[in-house]
């Protein structure tokens, strides 16, 4: 990534323009206000200054006094630090502090303003260019100067006018100073705001930096890291919500690994022991036949097993894989259980067990007709699997509000209650040696939960050691089937 296109620049570049604009605004204004304040001031000094003198030189011009007024206007121009001139009514310059433009015509837009026009006095302020600021005000390197005029009145109306030209250079000067000054107040004020927006831009960035860095790796297959959860606000729930999901994914990667795991171990069980029945037979060509016809019968129910783990790992990996989607119909519940007890009738006579049953008749449920039969089926299976001989096992259905229920009861061995809340975990058998005794894959339970769930229902168990088990269903009638697991 180019180091422009990272947040952090663009915080960076988003903190300067408002920066600099609201600086800029304020600038503006302040030099402004600095520049309109001094002009007025030494507009209003000036217009002050000349008409005084106006009221003076007034009098001594009509009187003819010249070397008095000569000598007053030298004296005052070198107070007021400009020059004065005095000018007769057809605009020709009569006296002159500076003494250089005696008997010339003015060009002074102030002075014909005063003389021809109707104003008594008139002032502005110039940048005529320097060459005319140094013949005018005597300055060198001025740029600015000021033009002021002034009627001059004798007994009979104007007799001439005074004109005054002001140096203004150094006012000038102060205002530029005031924006120079303000420029460097600029730089202080965004060198001073970096260092706070640089360490906030940090701040906002840095979860973001981790975050991508964590999930890079855990791109890579590290599903182990985890993003530091600092700080507050929206950044901190981005990295809670991140780790959360991050663990439901390493959680899954764990429980896949643990499957395959123990499905290889399931499967080789019964393959070593018909390679050594196998060897056997092999590496014993005088065996007796009735042993060999004993050895290929053991071989043939290895295979049965093998053919068993392997159907309940595909049904299962299928319901993993969400494609074992719901066959819905409406399902005369009742009829299902009678079939399934008619069917394990049988298998209890011969184990002298009896199956009791009180079924709550015309129940019909919407469900998936195949999956329903194989949950009570393997309940009952269980069951009996795990009841002595000559025990009972008594299954019911019942209706309660918008719900079904079974209960498949027996008084077998029961579940120690350490055990009874992994039962329905894949491969999970309270008695290994017991349960493959009776061809038990340890996934029967499993498969039924994911069944009852994909019903949206709900599987409970209640057990006694020594005393029987009882494992309840509930199933919602209207087939709000589809709830996946
Ligand atoms: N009715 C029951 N009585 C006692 N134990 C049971 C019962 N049902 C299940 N179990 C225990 O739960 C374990 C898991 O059951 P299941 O998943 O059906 O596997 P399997 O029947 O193949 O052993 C069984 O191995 C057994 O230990
Ligand atoms: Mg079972």
């Not at 990667?253 to 069980?269: C, G």
């Not at 043939?300 to 299962?316: C, F, P, Q, V």
Request: hydrophobic share 40%; net charge negative; glycine share 8%.
């Amino acid at each position: 990534m180019p180091f422009w296109a990272s947040i952090r620049v663009k915080i960076l570049l988003a903190f300067f323009v408002v920066v600099a604009a609201s600086f800029l605004v304020a600038a503006t204004n302040l030099t402004g206000v600095v520049s309109n304040y001094l002009t007025s001031q030494r507009t209003r000094e000036d217009t002050q200054a000349m008409e005084n003198l106006a009221g003076i030189y007034g009098p001594m011009l009509q009187n003819g006094q010249e070397a008095a007024l000569n000598n007053r206007l030298q004296s005052d121009a070198a107070g007021l630090d400009g020059r004065l001139m005095i000018l007769d009514t057809d605009g020709k310059i009569q006296y002159d502090s500076f003494n250089t433009l005696c008997g010339q015509r003015t060009e002074i837009r102030e002075a014909i303003r005063v003389l021809v026009g109707n104003d008594d006095a008139a002032y502005a302020m110039h940048k005529p260019g320097r060459e005319t600021v140094a013949t005018m005000t005597g300055e060198k390197d001025a740029e600015y100067l000021a033009y002021g005029a002034h009627e001059l009145v004798g007994s009979w109306g104007t007799i001439g006018a005074l004109v005054y030209v002001s140096r203004i250079q150094k006012m000038m000067d102060s205002v530029a100073q005031v924006q120079t000054q303000l420029n460097s107040v600029f730089v202080i004020i965004a060198v001073a705001a970096l260092i706070p927006a640089l360490f906030l831009s940090r701040v906002l960035t840095n979860p973001i930096t981790d975050l991508s860095r964590t999930m890079r790796r855990m791109g890579e297959g590290d599903l182990s890291v985890r993003v530091p959860e600092k700080g507050s606000g929206e950044l901190r729930q981005l990295a809670e919500n991140y780790n959360t999901m991050a663990a439901q994914l390493e959680k899954m990667d764990q429980s896949r690994n643990q499957f395959v795991s123990n499905a290889s171990h399931e499967l080789k069980t019964p393959l070593a022991t018909m390679k050594i029945m196998l060897e056997t037979v092999i590496y014993q060509p005088e065996m007796p036949e009735e042993l060999r016809a004993e050895f290929m019968q053991d071989m043939n129910h290895e295979i049965d097993r093998l053919t068993g783990i392997i159907t309940d790992l595909l049904t299962l990996t299928k319901m993993d894989n969400r494609q074992d989607a719901l066959k819905t119909e409406d399902v005369d519940m009742t009829a299902l259980t009678e079939e399934i007890l008619r069917l394990l009738r049988p298998v209890a006579e011969r184990r002298r067990q009896t199956l009791e049953s009180r079924v709550t008749p015309g129940i019909i449920m919407t469900g998936d007709r195949t999956k329903l039969n194989q949950i009570l089926y393997n309940l009952i299976d269980n069951a009996m699997k795990y009841t002595q001989d000559g025990g009972t096992v008594r299954v019911t259905l019942d209706e309660a509000g918008e719900n079904l229920i079974w209960r498949v009861k027996d008084n077998g061995i029961g579940i120690p209650k350490e055990d009874q809340e992994h039962i329905f975990d894949r491969f999970y058998r309270v008695d290994k040696a017991r349960s493959r005794e009776t061809g038990g894959t340890g996934l029967g339970l499993s498969i039924v939960r994911q069944l009852v769930k994909m019903h949206g229902g709900n599987i409970s168990v209640a057990s006694e050691p020594g005393q029987g088990s009882c494992f309840t269903v509930t199933l919602p009638r209207n087939g709000k089937g589809g709830a996946k697991a």
